[in-house]
């Protein structure tokens, strides 16, 4: 069996995963490049007797080391030698498109364009010339409208051909001055093997890139002296820094492309531009914000709390007949406290988390998400982060496990850990059904509202503070805003269930083993002395019941269980005949705040290593505590 | 052509020239990853008085932070 791999490479939002979608369909292996948090998609497909393995690589603009997604794609290019780099473009897009594709080019490998979205190219009146391009670029293009499968089987064949028949390198110059300093360094660099192309390493080595430099330097110092002197030379022409001039060389070359080989026909203002106009305006944009997410919580919670109240119905009646079968017995006791667990975590996917994310990926695909980045900049940016880091917040509202993982999106590792820190404080399904289910149905709709207004006062400070406390500066906010477009369903529920896998890996085994051992604590009475060992907190501070104790602790595993815990103890499903509204309010308070759920923290020790996680875990009991009884006091005033 | 000004304070609607970019390393890099080179053509879609601002640059949309914006220099066109 002939082999063959490709790799997709290309900006983000250009459909590289619908791409990849079509290509390997359920053949696909999501896992993390090695040491790294960043996802990575590989899969497979047979075709004409060859078995293709197809990695989609991350979505980014530039092969310089800015980010560690350039830095990885970079090095799996070189290192990894794909037969074929399929290079995504967005057809409505070139200019910005073709700065990376240059870059592509220059890394050597073969490369194939999928010019994609050529059905919105048309729509917007945009004509390419693909075989002058073609002719030009010296490389392959194939059209593609992704999300209809079109032109996916012709890039498959075309990558075959390619491999068959041979790939004749492109070669594209420069401006005359850069073109001449970048020929005399590509001599000099002769007797370097590093496995990347020497031109590639002269111009990265011009453009003063850190990376390529430390390993030049380390075999030949000498070419790091010349290479200065060329650069001076260069920056002294163009009377910009180096980098700058690289790039924009790149550019000029982008923009003649987009000049010579585009021709642009009638362009009415378009339905998306009017709707991306009001959806970032200073006021309507504001209303419709809020008007939507207030909505998708409302139709969340609405259907999941019927949908869930099925589900649980018809899991109880399944204790019934586990109960006829093993009796109640210590063991078969313990046994249905392992079940239990399992059931109360479907019933908190199905019904909140996976709808949740389903819309929430609508929304993303569409473009939504990123107007929501741009409105919310300014806010995110009191607690020191980033109009983007608006998305994992949003997240958390489902789960806090994706949530925490989503916080990679983050530019530097200081945003990342306080974009983290604010995400473990924001209520999840699991806690607003407790939060719902108590202080909403027996104290009234608005107190559970004042709760969530009260964690986003919480979330600001805490924020500021951890803003000012954590040294160095914030980044601040570049972000494309694409075309608002039809969210391509497929590509939505694929990633809704990526996310979800991270809940269901980390918290799933998390959560059954730790029912089990609180079922354990209930069995052996132990639950009665942890009980009376909280007392001073639970009934001294809190000003809560005694037998509220142990269902705070069952809140560790999963926050939803401190409602059962709570039926359990207090003998009733009926809670305001043992717990006033105050008791409520401050009860639900402290599970909003008290600590990241067991798969939360799991998730914190990934992601931040495990002392910041620790760190993190007993600041937020103690915090939680600490303002429950603030909380209790001032009502009883 | 008049006096280089910031990109923050260009009004909604103006086009300008970029000039210089006056950021750390890091900025400018991105910044021109993203297009933004010298002698290229910038529009401000929107600019409100906090917030980021929206230019229009090499045919895309982009947010710009209100502090990187204030670190871009261009001429406006007449």
Known sequence: MKKITLALAGNANVGKSVIFNYLTGLHQHIGNWPGKTIEKAEGTLHHKGYTIDVIDLPGIYSLSTFSIEELISRKYIVEEKPDVVINVIDATNLERNMYFTLQLIELGRPIIIALNQMDLAKKKGICIDIKKLQKFLGVPIVPVIATQ???????????????????????????????????????????????????????????????????????????????????????????????TIIASERYKIANEIAKDYISIGSCKAKYSDK????????????????????????????????????????????????????????????????????????????????????????????????????????????????????????????????????????????????????????????????????VGKYVGLVWALSLYIINLMIVFILGR?????????????????????????????KQAWFRIKDFIYIAFPLIIVCSFLIKVLDVTNLSVSIENIMKPITVGWLGLPVFTGIALIAGIPRKELTLIILAAHGGTTNFSAVLSPVQMIVFSLVTMLYIPCIATIAALIKEIGWKKAIFITVFEIVFAIFVGGIMFRLLML | MNNPIFLVNLKEGEKAIIVSIRGGAGVTQRLTDMGLTPDTEITVIKSAFFGPIEVSVRGSKLAIGRGIAAKILVKVKE
């Open chain 1, 149 to 243: 499968g079109e032109g996916i089987h012709e890039l498959v064949h075309e990558a075959i051909t390619l491999v068959e028949k041979g790939y004749k390198k492109p070669k594209i110059e420069y401006g005359k001055e850069v073109e001449k300093e970048v020929q005399k360094l590509t001599k000099s660099l002769n007797k370097i093997e590093l496995g990347y192309p020497k031109r590639f390493l002269a111009i990265k080595l011009i453009e003063g890139d850190k990376e390529i430099r430390k390993l030049i330097k380390e075999i030949d110092p000498h070419i790091i002296k010349i290479t200065e002197k060329y650069a001076k030379n260069i920056e002294r022409i163009h009377g910009h820094d180096r980098f």
């Open chain 1, 275 to 438: 709707l991306h106009e009001i959806t970032t305006h200073g006021l309507w944009g504001y209303l419709i914000m809020i008007f939507s997410v207030l909505s998708l919580f409302y139709i969340i919670f609405t259907f999941g709390n019927f949908f869930s109240d099925i589900l649980i119905e018809s899991f109880m009646s399944l204790q019934t007949i586990f109960e006829q079968y093993f009796g109640t017995e210590i063991v078969s006791s313990l046994a249905w406290g392992v079940i239990e667990g399992l059931i109360a975590g479907i019933t908190i996917v199905l019904p909140y988390i996976l709808p949740f994310y389903i819309i929430l990926g609508l929304l993303e695909d569409s473009g939504y998400i990123s107007r929501i980045a741009f409105l919310m900049d300014k806010f995110m940016h009191k607690i020191g982060l980033h109009g983007k880091a608006f998305i994992p917040l949003m997240l958390g509202y489902g789960c806090n496990v994706p949530a925490c993982l989503g916080c990679r999106i983050m530019e530097t590792q200081r945003e990342k850990l306080i974009a983290i820190f604010v995400t473990t404080l924001i209520p999840c399904a699991a806690v607003t059904t407790v939060i719902l289910g108590l």
């Open chain 1, 465 to 493: 503070i951890a803003f000012k406390v954590l040294p160095g500066e914030p980044t601040e906010l570049i972000m494309e805003m694409h075309d608002y477009r039809i969210p391509h369903l497929k590509t939505v529920i």
